[in-house]
């Protein structure tokens, strides 16, 4: 069965540096990837997403993730975090089109200045 | 592009009392999910239909869950009764039928609080 992981729960940054945010999953072939972030009140807003090819995808916002295989993971990266980015990653999986999105249970991002 | 628009945004209702919440897809979408987001939880998949079918709802909490899609631009998810631990956010999603098919597109959420 699909499933995803995100190891930390809640992460604090300083404004200005460096953000990695884990995500481990499991699945049986190679998935389709997604990250996704939640403001506080609000919807879920897709970031980036990785179905195929270069191994390094880029997002909106600046962000960007990439695949490994080897270790099965999924990571979100940001070089320089800004105080709008505090809210909440989810990393997803899902299958061939027409299944459904599996996510991990978050982590929450603070942004310290 | 308008997105996926569900309704009601906001719902309070008293424990008993039956409630539905509204879903339109992304037009010309063939899926559309449903999950639901609690802070114990996360967010679960509840149900969701390709072309209108139904093809997992092994998500469904119990008998008093049920969901409809009657056609390809609406779709309803209906709790009774209702009880205070079926407060959460629901969301309601869709995705494509092209190549772009793996990416789904979620709603803004129905915040549903039972009292």
């Known amino acids: 069965a699909q499933s995803v992981t995100q190891p930390d729960i809640h992460i604090t940054v300083s404004e200005g540096a460096s953000l990695e945010l884990r995500c481990n999953y499991s699945?049986?072939?190679?998935?389709?990837l997604f990250w996704y972030v939640q403001s506080p009140g609000q919807g879920l807003q897709l970031l980036l997403k990785?179905?195929?090819?270069?191994?390094l995808v880029q997002g909106i916002k600046g962000f960007e993730a990439e695949f490994k295989r080897s270790q099965s993971s999924f990571n979100l990266r940001k070089p320089s975090v800004h105080w709008s980015d505090a809210a909440e990653y989810f990393c997803a999986v899902k299958g061939q089109a027409g299944t459904a999105l599996i996510f991990g249970k978050g982590t929450t991002l603070s942004v310290s200045s | 592009d308008a997105g996926v628009i569900q309704s009601p945004r906001h719902e309070v209702t008293e424990m008993g009392q039956e409630v539905t919440l509204r879903c339109k897809p992304i037009?010309?979408?063939?899926?559309l999910f449903w999950y639901r987001q609690t802070m114990m939880r996360g967010l679960e998949l509840l149900i969701y239909f390709n072309n209108n079918v139904p093809i997992d709802d092994s998500g469904m909490p119990e008998d008093r869950f049920s969901a409809k899609m009657p056609n390809a631009s609406f779709s309803t998810l209906k709790i009774q009764p209702s009880e205070p631990r079926d407060s959460a956010v629901y969301f309601c999603?869709?995705?494509?039928?092209?190549?772009?098919?793996?990416?789904?597109?979620f709603g803004e959420g129905s915040w549903l609080t039972v009292v």
């Open positions: 037009s010309g979408h063939n899926s």
């Open positions: 699945y049986g072939a190679t998935p389709y």
């Open positions: 990785y179905f195929s090819g270069d191994t």
């Open positions: 999603a869709s995705s494509p039928r092209d190549w772009d098919g793996n990416t789904i597109y």
